[in-house]
């Protein structure tokens, strides 16, 4: 499944998106419902073959998707960014001007202000050959629902 990166939405499939119905919706392929944990405020939607996770706030919103290197695609500046190496992906974001933040666990990079970060759990050993296994976004809240959601 293709994803593409959208500012104001996180990804262009969520265009004006947020309830949890109409995220099931907008995917738009089996999903299962994980249990809320303690680190979770809901329960989360995880999509076929794991390609695509969902975690909602306690209202069903939509607040942070998880994708990965199974069956997503995930494009940034229209380039597809997910299971590629470190180099590959820093190259791009060098082309488009986008500051990169190593995170403090070392397990992989940020960017944006935090919104998007790059799980690519072997950069310390494999460097720029490291590969990119999953991509983390945070959803922006809509305006409309920043009082009345």
Not at 18 to 31: E, F, L, P, S, T
Not at 84 to 91: F, M, Q, R, V
Not at 99 to 124: A, M, Q, S
Request: glycine content about 4%; hydrophobic content about 35%.
């Amino acid at each position: 499944m293709n994803f593409y990166y959208s500012h104001n939405d996180g990804l262009t499939i969520f265009n004006s998106i947020r309830d949890r119905k109409d995220v099931r919706k907008a995917v738009g392929i089996n999903y299962r419902v994980l249990p809320k944990t303690e680190y979770n405020q809901n329960s989360v939607d995880s999509f076929g073959k794991l390609s695509i996770k969902c975690w909602y706030d306690k209202k069903n919103r939509l607040t942070e998707v998880e994708l990965h290197d199974l069956d997503a695609m995930f494009y940034l500046f229209n380039k597809q960014v997910l299971g590629i190496s470190y180099k590959e992906l820093t190259a791009i974001l060098n082309e488009n001007n986008i500051c990169v933040v190593k995170d403090e666990e070392g397990l992989g990079v940020n960017i944006l202000k935090d919104t998007i970060r790059f799980y690519i759990p072997e950069i310390e050993e494999e460097r720029d050959f490291a590969k990119v296994e999953s991509i983390w976004l945070k959803i922006p809240k809509l305006l409309d629902c920043e009082n009345n959601c």
